[in-house]
């Protein structure tokens, strides 16, 4: 069964530096998604992507965090200077069409702890 | 998208149908109603989804009432690898496509 795959699983890294978050959508989805989840808290949208531009971003998306399409199968979030605050599970979701009536599948995640 | 509320917390024994309940009383026409869970820390799983009718697949079903202001998830023969959060979710297109989480319904299977 397709599946969203991410990595590194775990990702440590000091404040101030730079961050790329990776993930493989299903390979015939066209929709991506970028959610996390700061421990004990909801799971939140961070950003969606398609046809290589932003279609909707959250007020946590702020200048620090750009998503990419580098090839035609990664998609990545990068956080350029890392803050504490950032420290969250990190989760990839991609969808076969943006309409509502199509599910939306999501990675395992990747922990990013910033130190 | 419409609020839900569902009980924070529920246990089901094992092997018998877990029944977890939603309120969306402020649902509008073309909002869908979806499921997710989550186990421990992992990535939310789908499990199903509707506008009006009752669905079902292989990991559950979908009960939603005629008026459409409730539904029920229906796990039939819980096993202990389906403790986790249950998250009702109510998706419109207006509110763009992204999902938006609750606080769930924390569900305790129990041998």
């Known amino acids: 069964e397709p599946e969203v795959t991410q990595t590194p699983s775990h990702q440590v890294t000091q404040m101030g530096q730079e961050v790329i978050l990776r993930c493989v959508p299903i390979?015939?989805?066209?929709?991506f998604y970028w959610y996390r989840q700061i421990l004990g808290q909801k799971v939140e949208f961070l950003v969606s992507?398609?046809?290589?531009?932003?279609?909707?971003k959250s007020e946590i998306f702020d200048d620090q965090f750009s998503v990419e399409r580098p090839d035609g199968s990664n998609f990545t979030l990068k956080i350029r200077s890392t803050k504490l605050e950032d420290s969250a599970m990190y989760f990839c979701?991609?969808?076969?069409?943006?309409?509502?009536?199509?599910?939306?599948?999501f990675g395992p995640g990747t922990r990013l702890t910033v130190t | 998208d419409a609020k839900t509320t569902q009980p924070p917390s529920m246990d089901c024994a094992e092997g018998r149908a877990a029944n977890l309940p939603c309120n969306h009383s402020?649902?509008?026409?073309?909002?869908?109603v979806y499921w997710y869970r989550q186990i421990h820390s992992q990535g939310p799983q789908y499990i199903i989804h509707?506008?009006?009718n009752n669905e079902t697949n292989e990991m559950a079903s979908l009960i939603i009432t005629e008026d459409r202001k409730s539904s029920t998830l229906i796990l039939p023969h819980a096993t202990l690898r389906d403790t986790a959060v249950y998250y009702c979710?109510?998706?419109?297109?207006?509110?763009?496509?992204?999902?938006?989480f609750g606080g769930g319904t924390r569900v305790l299977v129990k041998p």
């Open positions: 979701a991609s969808s076969a069409d943006v309409n509502v009536a199509y599910e939306q599948y």
């Open positions: 390979s015939n989805h066209l929709y």
């Open positions: 992507f398609y046809n290589n531009e932003i279609s909707e």
């Open positions: 402020t649902i509008s026409g073309n909002e869908y």
């Open positions: 509707g506008l009006k």
């Open positions: 979710i109510v998706r419109s297109k207006a509110a763009g496509n992204k999902l938006t």
